[in-house]
Structures are given as C-alpha cells and as structure tokens.
C-alpha cells in the first residue's frame, strides 16, 4: 500500500480553513478590552540624601535611575555615575563608605590607658 499524497482540493480546503479559524480568533481578540499594562517607570526612581554630622555638614545624594531591568538600577551620585547594582548593593556601598567614628569612651580613655593591645603575628597551623 502507497503512502497517499493529498489533493489540491484538500490542500486548498485546509488552508481556508486555517484563514478562517485565524480570522475568527483576531475579531475575537479585537472585541475584548485591551489589557491594562503598567505605567511606565519614572526616570529617576529612588534618591537617597545622605546628611553626615560626625566631621562637619557633608551630603551626598544617590540617584538611582531607570534601567531595563526592573530590580536595578543606574545609580549617580553627586552628578556622577558609580555603578550599575540593586539596592542591596547600594546600600551595602553606602555602608562601607561610611568611616567608622570612635566612641566616646574611647577618645576620652585613648590618651591615658597604660593597657597595649596585643599583637599576634600571622596565624600558624597548629598540629
């Protein structure tokens, strides 16, 4: 028994029939409500002011800005670029840079403690 080819009037008939479930599926998707799609974001998204007191009045102000992606961003701060990252990598940047400041106790007890603070040199493996 032979493989049997199709005709050109079933060719012709299932290719109609394609165009007509396809023309009834456009109409279809016509007559309902278009979608409501989000708002499109802000080119700045977020800025965070820094104030620092501890060594006189400093400001430092972070502009995260727009990106493709949706959790980062573009950040710029004081006018100029720094990197591309989330806001977990921002903040994590804002805290490093933060120097640390002595205590109070500390500065007054700094001058005056006879106490050394031990120094051990370069960790050895012990057996």
């Known amino acids: ?60 102000v972070f502009e995260l800005r727009r990106t493709n992606r949706v959790d980062v961003f573009a950040v710029v701060v004081d006018g100029k670029p720094w990197k591309r990252a989330g806001l977990t990598a921002v903040l994590e940047g804002l805290r490093k840079a933060c120097p640390r400041v002595m205590s109070g106790r500390r500065c007054l007890t700094a001058g005056t403690s006879t106490r050394t603070i031990p120094h051990h040199g370069p960790q050895t493996q012990r057996r």
């Open 1 to 60: 028994m032979t493989y049997r080819t199709t005709t050109k009037q079933h060719a012709q008939w299932s290719a109609d029939k394609q165009r007509r479930a396809q023309a009834t599926r456009d109409s279809n998707r016509m007559q309902r409500p278009a979608p409501a799609y989000p708002a499109a974001l802000p080119e700045i998204r977020m800025r965070i002011t820094v104030e620092r007191l501890d060594f006189g009045h400093e400001t430092h």
